[in-house]
């Protein structure tokens, strides 16, 4: 009985080594670094795929040449399990000291004071803001301190499979297509292949795209109060995507369950024409797929536009790291540094720091190229990024997910989902 | 084998070691009573150093941990700030304020009480067959073992994904035969069946244990049998079944623990949601997904105690109720 709950034990094994530590947190402080010759070892982690393993190994290598004082522990895999390990390194009172953290949970670190205010290394000359827009230093000001540094911005996007549509018959939508518009489209696309393509993956339950939604209608998903549409707002989304079923023309509820942490994965499989991705991952799907993809704005951004510069990751330094100083040297190479960024390359989306873009994007190829020209369109017509929600929200985006997929498998109705997305959203983030 | 032998001979017969060996011998002499107080000692603290490596395992990485976790379930934890005592509120939540929990506890109800039953019945049948003296059984038996042996892993939970998937292997098959498909991972009707299938698929383990009760029955009960005309089918019930009772409570009570504290079928196939619409939400899945990705550990450890006591509940259960059934020889 014993031997079969090893496996939790172990898991609350690293509860009770973090809940000792967790007492001494407070007594964390800052070491001296600064002027003292002694060797500094620092450590870094992130998640990513191999090639950018690669690409940040080697700017870490150039990074260490030029600081000959400084070692750099690299602690790098996939996602899968980033997020736990993190925390419990943190409640072990071991946290790394430099962090990429994903914006979902950046204020849930940031907030419970984990995460050092980066504007004081800014004060102290270890780090610059030259070249940084102030509106995304803005969105990663949380109560009142700079807590983090985007690592890499990226923006909405939407592929089309041409190769599909050229056998179809059916024209892929291109620039200043309006929701009404794709909706035709999708039509189109199940008649014409009687049924057996979707003329694209029904996101009814995909938070970011409902995001751009509430922007083009003048409101948020979530701000820093918590919930900010109205549920009219949220019922048009959903009734959109009811329609969308209703025709065909999305795919059906168990095909898009199956896709739905990746949809672009039913676009390669060809179980759809088309759906929405974040431009950084175009690349990479043009790549899986023999199909040419095209790559466009969401649709309905002609009018007042939804899409904005999207915090991809970011980079922050651990409050329980004892050498903030050169933590905080660390981050500057890392996102203002030309020679880094042309090692680092576009892996992690756009530098926010408009100085070393140039650096980052040489040698980019053509899909890349198309990706860069959404992305300026974005920064020359978009919307502002939102500022960070409170605690909480990862579980709304979660909710907002499930409820939809209730809709979609016809459990509820579009009118009780709104309703009880809604009470429930607000006690998750109450 | 003669080399051994006769080292150890070239060894024995050297004087020096006979010497030792004789000045290590039983002393005939009195001992003192201080030494033979420490010769006691040692005696009684010798059997803890060897349980040592056990006895520290559990203390440290079961036992300490547990009751860390029982003191967590009872406070507000995010694991990135101390912990704040927060009394039964977890508790209370769970049974009065969350109908994602309720519906994780249904879930893997049926899991359990569907797959397991499901799964003893077909290592029994594949046991009874192979009982039946077939020339290269350790080969079949090897070849129906090893799905016990990937079927938690990953690997396997990601090979079932596709092959349940809207373009996989059996969809593929049904198309064969004119049938249309459909997403079978992705739908909430039969999500949860593709996993009770995959638990099912990995009867190994209770088949191996089963074959081995099968072999300790006595061949003359079934010789008496059938000198008075019984049937095959009133062997199996009057002889085999009750013969292999013990064993069958013994691989009842492993699969059923083991089934309520399934994950890794469910975190794969679902993507971590435990989705489609809660179909997968396994009880460790929702644990899961509360203390790391919803930062209330608290509430996660107040899970586990739960799900503990309902674990030693259902296995006393089982053990009362046994007597009802199982049929010792002695």
Not at chain 1, 1 to 29: D, H, W, Y
Not at chain 1, 349 to 376: H, K, T
Not at chain 2, 1 to 10: F, Q
Not at chain 2, 126 to 151: D, E, F, K, Q, T
């Amino acid at each position: 009985m014993f031997t079969q709950r090893n496996r939790n034990g172990l898991k609350v094994a690293a509860i009770l080594a973090g809940s000792a530590a967790a007492l001494s947190l407070a007594g964390c402080a800052s070491g001296d670094t600064g002027d003292s010759d002694e060797p500094i070892e620092l450590r870094m982690t992130w998640w990513g795929d191999d090639s950018r393993h690669e690409v940040t190994n080697a700017a870490l290598d150039r990074f260490e040449e030029l600081n000959p004082g400084i070692t750099v522990v690299r602690d790098f895999s996939g996602f899968d399990g980033y997020l736990d390990k993190i925390t419990t390194q943190y409640t072990g009172g071991n946290s790394p000291d430099v962090i990429q953290l994903y914006n979902e949970v950046l204020v849930e670190f940031a907030s419970r004071g984990q995460l050092v205010d980066l504007g004081e290394q800014v004060d102290a000359g270890n780090l610059s803001l030259d070249g940084w827009p102030e509106d995304l230093l803005e969105v990663s000001t949380i109560d009142g301190a700079l807590s983090a540094l985007p690592f890499g911005l990226s923006t909405h996007g939407f592929i089309f499979d041409n190769t599909a549509l050229e056998d179809l018959g059916v024209e892929p939508l291109t620039e200043g297509y309006t929701w009404d518009d794709l909706a035709d489209f999708a039509a189109d696309v199940s008649e014409a292949s009687d049924g057996s393509l979707a003329g694209v993956t029904d996101l009814s339950g995909g938070y970011q795209v409902f995001e751009v939604w509430a922007k083009q209608h003048g409101e948020e998903f979530l701000d820093a109060d918590g919930i900010g549409f109205s549920a009219s707002t949220l019922e048009s989304f959903w009734d959109y995507w009811a329609e969308l079923r209703e025709s065909g023309g999305a795919t059906a509820p168990d095909v898009t369950s199956e896709y739905q942490a990746t949809p672009y994965d039913a676009v390669i499989a060809g179980v759809a024409a088309s759906t929405f991705l974040f431009t950084n991952q175009y690349d990479g799907v043009q790549e899986r797929t023999p199909n040419v993809l095209s790559l466009e704005r969401m649709p309905g951004e002609a009018g007042q536009p939804g899409q904005y510069l999207r915090t991809a990751m970011n980079l922050t330094v651990s409050a329980q790291s004892e050498h903030p100083e050169a933590a905080a040297k660390l981050v500057d190479f890392l996102v203002n540094n030309e020679e880094a960024n042309s090692i680092l390359g576009l892996n992690r989306g756009f530098p926010a720091n408009a100085n070393v873009i140039d650096a980052a994007s040489e040698g980019a190829n053509e899909n890349v190229q198309r990706a860069i020209a959404i992305f300026e369109s974005v920064r020359e017509h978009g919307s502002p990024a939102p500022v960070p929600a409170p605690a909480g929200s990862g579980t709304v985006n979660a909710l907002f997910q499930e409820v939809a997929q209730q809709v979609q498998f016809g459990q509820l109705s579009v009118a009780d989902a709104v309703e009880q997305f809604m009470s429930q959203a607000a006690s998750e983030l109450g | 084998m003669t080399a051994l032998t006769d080292s150890i001979d070239a060894e024995t017969s050297s004087p020096e070691r006979a010497d030792e060996r004789r000045g290590r011998g039983p002393d005939p002499r009195p001992r003192k009573p201080a030494s033979l107080r420490r010769a006691i000692l040692a005696e009684k603290i010798a059997p803890y150093t060897f349980l040592a490596p056990w006895l520290i395992g559990f203390f440290v990485i079961t036992l300490g941990p547990m009751l860390v976790s029982l003191y967590l379930s009872f406070t507000d934890f995010s694991m990135l700030a101390p912990p704040e005592w927060v009394g039964v509120d977890n508790y209370v939540k769970l049974f009065t304020n969350d109908p994602k929990y309720l519906d994780s506890v249904r879930v893997t109800l049926i899991y359990v009480l569907v797959s397991v039953p499901l799964q003893l019945a077909f290592a029994l049948l594949v046991a009874l067959v192979l009982n039946r003296g077939l020339r290269g059984l350790s080969l079949y038996r090897s070849i129906y073992y090893l799905p016990s042996l990937i079927g938690a892993s990953v690997a396997i939970a990601v090979l079932w994904r596709q092959m349940f998937g809207s373009n996989g292997l059996i969809n593929q098959v049904l198309d064969f035969f004119g049938i249309q498909g459909m997403s079978w991972i992705g739908n909430p009707e039969t999500a949860l069946g593709t996993l009770i299938i995959l638990n099912v698929w990995t009867f190994g383990s209770p088949m191996v244990i089963f074959l081995a009760a099968l072999r300790q029955i006595p061949e003359y009960l079934y010789e008496a049998a059938a000198v008075d005309g019984i049937s095959r089918v009133g062997a199996f019930r009057h002889i085999t079944l009750p013969m292999l009772s013990p064993v069958v409570l013994f691989n009842l009570i492993l699969q059923m623990i083991g089934a309520f504290q399934a994950f890794t079928p469910a975190f794969v196939v679902s993507g971590g949601t435990g989705g489609p619409v809660n179909s997968t939400l396994f009880y460790t899945l929702y644990l899961y997904q509360r203390g790391f990705t919803g930062f209330q550990m608290g509430y996660a450890s107040a899970m586990a105690w739960i799900l503990f006591l309902g674990i030693a509940l259902v296995t006393a259960f089982n053990f009362w109720f046994s007597k009802y059934w199982v049929h010792y020889d002695d």
